[in-house]
């Protein structure tokens, strides 16, 4: 079954204890990125990656770090997190057609299920 | 920064109906990307349609169309015989030429049987 999975689905923790979250997909998608969604803000995007090695900053970077080691995971880190980085994150991925540098998202984005993070 | 505004939280129409959500973004680059994405309550982001900016035909796909007005920064989507199955979440989204996407905040759409 296609999917993209993230753990944990829930975490509450404290200020500056380190923590990622994990987003795995096993449908060989070139393009992962993960959101933010918060209310009255929507969805907005932390960080994008289009390939292995490959990782760009999306509209709110701040505080978040990735890797893109295998085309499969894409983790999410918080180094130390803060209160106002309690939200909900998903985790998305796509294939992504055309050639490099040319915005060529041409398929569905598929989504995690979603973590829901505390942080006290 | 790129904005991109959808001033219609929610909006219903009745079954076999037409309806246009609106959409509205801020850039100031002239090559970029528009797309609208319809979410389901299983949480996929299903790609409806895409806009190339430098394309000024509007783009079509089945019953869904756009009215992509450059100048004005205007980028609605018009659905045509509205079915029970478009019921769902429509996202507005401005794509940069490096693949950064910005959301609005979405419009919920309520087909009435």
């Known amino acids: 079954e296609a999917q993209v999975t993230q753990n944990p689905r829930y975490l509450i923790t404290v200020t500056g204890k380190k923590l990622t979250v994990t987003c795995s997909q096993n449908?060989?998608?070139?393009?992962m990125s993960w959101y933010r969604q918060d209310p009255g803000l929507g969805l907005r995007q932390i960080y994008y990656?289009?390939?292995?090695?490959?990782?760009d900053k999306g509209d709110v970077p701040e505080g978040y770090k990735v890797s893109r080691k295998e085309k499969r995971n894409f983790p999410l880190i918080l180094e130390s997190p803060s209160p106002n980085q309690t939200s909900l994150y998903f985790c998305a991925s796509s294939y992504l057609g055309g050639v490099s540098n040319t915005a060529s998202l041409t398929d569905t984005q598929y989504f995690g299920p979603g973590t829901r993070l505390t942080v006290l | 920064a790129q904005t991109v505004t959808q001033s219609q939280p929610e909006m219903s129409v009745q079954e076999a109906e037409t309806v246009t959500l609106s959409c509205t973004y801020d850039t100031s680059e002239s090559d970029y990307y528009l797309f609208w994405y319809k979410q389901p309550p299983s949480r996929q982001m299903i790609l409806v349609i895409r806009q190339e900016a430098y394309k000024q035909q509007n783009a079509t796909e089945n019953r869904f169309s756009v009215n992509f007005q450059k100048a004005a920064k205007s980028f609605s989507l018009k659905i045509s015989d509205s079915q029970l199955g478009d019921a769902a979440m429509y996202f507005c989204a401005y794509c940069d030429r490096d693949d950064k996407i910005i959301f609005g905040k979405g419009t919920r759409l309520h087909i009435l049987p």
């Open positions: 990656s289009m390939n292995v090695e490959v990782t």
């Open positions: 449908m060989n998608h070139e393009y």
